[in-house]
């Protein structure tokens, strides 16, 4: 939410000259935000906000500015209008799948290093190779992959059965 925010706070700064910034916010975990900003209540914030939950979009932040009018619309007339901008702008908004991720601590010998990365790429993960001096001296290896938080079990599952148990994965 911090984040949406201070995007709100940007654009209010960049438009400071306008008479209404009206924005509505929804996060991934359900919560939102909204403002009318001066305008009657319920007349910019909540259209505004309809528009993003009846769009599906999460993590997702609008805001309708207007500089001047209205005057004639009434209420009705607003919650149209701000309503009616925010559903046009997201129908033209690129939508981007958020996949939520987790990072698996893999110790394993330097020879199965290459299965590490076979079994991470059949995953989607992406692997990276840290660096301990005592866990080199051993002769192991210390690597951090990113995997899909819902697929993380299967992905050391794998990883060990690839391994024959040699691999360990410890999951965060």
Known sequence: MDKAMHTVQSIKAQYADARHNCFAVVTRSGG???SDD???SGTAGKPILNAILGSGMVNCVVV???YYGGIKLGTG???RAYGGAAVEALAQTERKEVIAMTTAKVMCAYDDVGVVYRVAGTFEGVVEMTTDEEIASKG?????VQVSASRAGDFAQAL????SGRAHVELN
């Open 32 to 34: 939102h935000r909204m």
């Open 38 to 40: 001066g305008e009657p």
């Open 64 to 66: 309708v500015t207007r």
């Open 77 to 79: 007339g607003l919650a």
């Open 140 to 144: 192991e290896a210390s690597l951090s």
């Open 160 to 163: 060990c059965d690839s391994t």
